[in-house]
Nanobody
């Protein structure tokens, strides 16, 4: 049974930082690309960033230069370091696992999803 469990969300002031973690189990983690998505109230889910099994990264323009994705295959965990946070970053953040490494900006490329963690950025 595959599980993705996010943690690290919370309330932070604008300009602050948070690091989200996503612990994976039940899959061969090193063989999966991992992505982060977010969904704000009343809005559609949107792509934040992704990292392939080999470490290639891609980001949404809205977070480029502020957010960094990394992974530790030894402990089956992917991270999202978020700096210079803005109120518009407020959302539930989800991690997801994809068995392929293409078109990772699309949610339908992912096989498994976590339950999400809330990030709230106050102004």
């Amino acid at each position: 049974q595959v599980q993705l469990v996010e943690s690290g969300g919370g309330l932070v002031q604008a300009g602050g930082s948070l690091r989200l973690s996503c612990a994976a189990s039940g899959l061969t983690f090193s063989g999966y690309a991992m992505g982060w998505f977010r969904q704000a109230p009343g809005k559609e889910r949107e792509f934040v960033g992704a990292i392939t099994w080999s470490g290639g990264r891609t980001y949404a323009d809205s977070v480029k230069g502020r957010f960094t994705i990394s992974r530790d295959n030894a402990i089956n965990t992917v991270y999202l370091q978020m700096n210079s946070l803005k109120p518009e970053d407020t959302a539930v953040y989800y991690c997801a696992a994809a068995s392929g490494s293409y078109s990772l900006t699309y949610g339908n490329r992912y096989n498994y999803w976590g339950q999400g963690t809330q990030v709230t950025v106050s102004s």
